[in-house]
């Protein structure tokens, strides 16, 4: 049974950066880690995702974190760090770390029921 702890959340300004971590229980070079989030009133949606074949390690992105957002993994392989810029007001939500054994494509990482191990989350602010 894997475990995944979300940490790094607060209050921010516009603009501002913050970081994100995700501890897994788990080796996340055999499991794509994956980063969503939920806004108040608003579905799940996937944010980034690190994910692992024989090719190599590929990260993905929604097209609204693109450029702003990264998402990186420790060389150890248990902590998954999601590196925030240019944070806007839309960007305020619970952010939820998740995880599945297996490799993904960048239209497949996006899709939140391959995953089956998640976070409590970590809530961002991002205040004007």
């Known amino acids: 049974q894997a475990q995944l702890a979300e940490s790094g959340g607060g209050l921010v300004q516009v603009g501002d950066s913050l970081r994100l971590s995700c501890a897994a229980s788990?080796?996340?070079?055999?499991?794509?880690i994956g980063w969503f989030r939920q806004a108040p009133g608003k579905e799940r949606a996937f944010v980034a995702a690190?994910?692992?074949?024989?090719?190599?390690?590929?990260?993905h992105y929604a097209d609204s974190v693109k450029g702003r957002f990264t998402i990186s993994r420790e060389d150890a392989g248990n902590t998954v760090t999601l590196q925030m810029d240019s944070l806007t007001s839309e960007d305020t939500a619970t952010y939820y770390c998740?995880?599945?054994?297996?490799?993904?494509?960048?239209?497949?990482?996006?899709?939140?029921?391959?995953?089956?191990?998640w976070g409590q989350g970590t809530q961002v602010t991002v205040s004007s």
């Open positions: 690190i994910t692992r074949s024989g090719a190599g390690v590929f990260s």
């Open positions: 998740a995880a599945f054994a297996g490799f993904c494509t960048a239209v497949g990482c996006k899709d939140r029921r391959l995953y089956n191990y």
């Open positions: 788990i080796r996340s070079g055999s499991h794509t």
